[in-house]
């Protein structure tokens, strides 16, 4: 849960606002695990709700499409959604709702965004050798046994001396 206090707001004029500057150790839940979560919020109350607005930075964790092996991936997310005022109806759209005591669990909203900012390829590293299409293994970890995961292909060698003669 990413419990903030709203109920100033809840309370208060259209276009009042206030900010907050949000620095979480860990976010971890059974759908999303993020490493930290940074930023600074700002609320300001609008005519059906509260209107959340701010840049947040996080690592999430995710599989890398290579070697299969989860890694955190840096995104930042750009948030700008209302939250509903107390008793409310919820919506897919707004699916987030300030509870009678002011508080409001902001968890759904950030995981959506968060969600969307992971790349479909997302890579644990640049370098990443992935795995072994016969055996399975995580190349990143040795080298297998298999004959195509011989380090050197002859087929590069022979661009290498193209590459090098092309240098004189
Ligand atoms: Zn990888
Ligand atoms: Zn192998």
Same mark, same amino acid.
């Given at each position: 849960?990413?419990?903030?206090?709203?109920?100033?707001?809840?309370?208060?004029?259209? !276009? /009042?606002? /206030?900010?907050? #500057?949000?620095?979480?150790?860990?976010?971890?839940?059974?759908?999303?695990?993020? +490493?930290?979560?940074?930023?600074?919020?700002?609320?300001? +109350?609008?005519?059906?709700?509260?209107?959340?607005? !701010?840049?947040?930075?996080?690592? &999430? /964790?995710? @599989?890398?499409?290579?070697?299969?092996?989860?890694? $955190? @991936?840096? &995104?930042?997310?750009?948030?700008?959604?209302?939250?509903?005022?107390?008793?409310?109806?919820?919506?897919?759209?707004?699916?987030? +709702? #300030?509870?009678?005591?002011?508080?409001?669990?902001?968890?759904?909203?950030?995981? @959506? $965004? &968060?969600?969307?900012?992971?790349?479909?390829?997302?890579?644990?590293?640049? @370098?990443?050798?992935? #795995? *072994? /299409?016969? *055996?399975?293994?995580?190349?990143?970890? !040795?080298?297998?046994?298999? %004959?195509?995961?011989?380090? #050197?292909?002859?087929?590069?060698?022979?661009?290498?001396?193209?590459? %090098?003669?092309?240098?004189?």
């Amino acid at each position: 849960m990413i419990r903030i206090n709203l109920s100033t707001l809840v309370h208060a004029k259209i !276009g /009042q606002h /206030q900010s907050i #500057i949000l620095n979480l150790d860990a976010v971890s839940t059974t759908e999303l695990d993020l +490493r930290y979560l940074k930023g600074e919020l700002h609320f300001t +109350r609008v005519r059906y709700g509260v209107l959340v607005e !701010g840049l947040l930075e996080t690592e &999430v /964790q995710t @599989e890398c499409t290579r070697c299969l092996t989860p890694f $955190y @991936e840096p &995104v930042t997310i750009e948030l700008g959604d209302i939250v509903s005022l107390p008793g409310a109806e919820l919506t897919p759209e707004c699916p987030v +709702r #300030i509870s009678e005591d002011g508080w409001a669990d902001l968890l759904p909203l950030i995981r @959506e $965004y &968060v969600w969307i900012s992971i790349p479909v390829n997302a890579i644990c590293s640049p @370098e990443c050798k992935g #795995i *072994c /299409q016969e *055996c399975g293994g995580n190349l990143n970890l !040795g080298m297998c046994t298999c %004959d195509n995961s011989l380090p #050197i292909d002859p087929r590069w060698d022979a661009l290498r001396m193209l590459l %090098d003669s092309s240098d004189n």
